[in-house]
């Protein structure tokens, strides 16, 4: 079992930065892949950025690539998204999430475990 708290989301004006942190309780960290998400209101969930278990493999979706980075401490058992270059199609609600796998993917059915959320709002 994985719980995950998200924090890190605010208001920022495009252009700026925000690094998102995703904590996890739980024996099993260490050994999930750690996907970020979002969604934004009346649309679907959309796969972000992943890691896998080693950190060794990552993947972005092309939206955010070149401009977000992902990352994860094993020891302090958090994950990290660090967001630059910020634009306001990037506002949305940001999910972490767990799955018991060695390397990320990118549907959202794959993963496990979710935290609730943390929300990112970019202002023009």
């Known amino acids: 079992q994985v719980q995950l708290v998200e924090s890190g989301g605010g208001l920022v004006q495009a252009g700026g930065s925000l690094r998102l942190s995703c904590a996890a309780s739980?024996?099993?960290?260490?050994?999930?892949?750690i996907g970020w998400f979002r969604q934004a209101p009346g649309k679907e969930r959309e796969f972000v950025a992943g890691i896998s278990w080693t950190g060794g493999s990552i993947v972005y979706a092309e939206s955010v690539k070149g401009r977000f980075t992902i990352s994860r401490d094993n020891a302090k058992a958090t994950a990290y998204l660090q967001m630059n270059s910020l634009k306001p199609e990037d506002t949305s609600l940001y999910y972490c999430?767990?799955?018991?796998?060695?390397?990320?993917?990118?549907?959202?059915?794959?993963?496990?475990?979710w935290g609730q959320g943390t929300q990112v709002t970019v202002s023009s």
């Open positions: 999430a767990a799955q018991r796998a060695s390397w990320a993917t990118l549907k959202a059915a794959d993963y496990d475990y």
């Open positions: 739980g024996r099993t960290f260490s050994t999930s892949a």
